[in-house]
């Protein structure tokens, strides 16, 4: 079982910047694929990023292509999302995900191990 902490989230103006981290334990061996998704009052939770934990590769949804940047860091069981460009619709829980598969999918029902999730709010 792998165990996943966010932490870095808070309240940022439209246009600023913020970032977010997640932190792994527990069995990390088995982590083959992680990933950010965010869910919004009265929304289904939805994909942000993704990134295959060993070779690195990434994909972004459409909405944060060009502002949002995931990387991780092997040594050290961390995931981070760097935010930049923030707007008010960016505004949602954010939870980041972990699979024991390669492949980086968009479903969340497909991650075995999830956060509490960390609270981002842009204001206007």
């Known amino acids: 079982q792998v165990q996943l902490r966010e932490s870095g989230g808070g309240l940022v103006p439209a246009g600023g910047s913020l970032k977010l981290s997640c932190a792994a334990s527990?069995?990390?061996?088995?982590?083959?694929?992680m990933g950010w998704f965010r869910q919004a009052p009265g929304k289904e939770r939805e994909f942000v990023a993704g990134i295959s934990w060993s070779g690195g590769g990434t994909y972004y949804a459409s909405s944060v292509k060009g502002r949002f940047t995931i990387s991780r860091d092997i040594a050290k069981n961390t995931m981070s999302l760097q935010m930049n460009s923030l707007k008010p619709e960016d505004t949602a829980v954010y939870y980041c995900a972990a699979r024991r598969t390669g492949d980086i999918v968009v479903v969340a029902p497909a991650y075995n191990s999830w956060g509490q999730g960390t609270q981002v709010t842009v204001s206007n």
């Open positions: 527990g069995r990390t061996s088995s982590m083959k694929t």
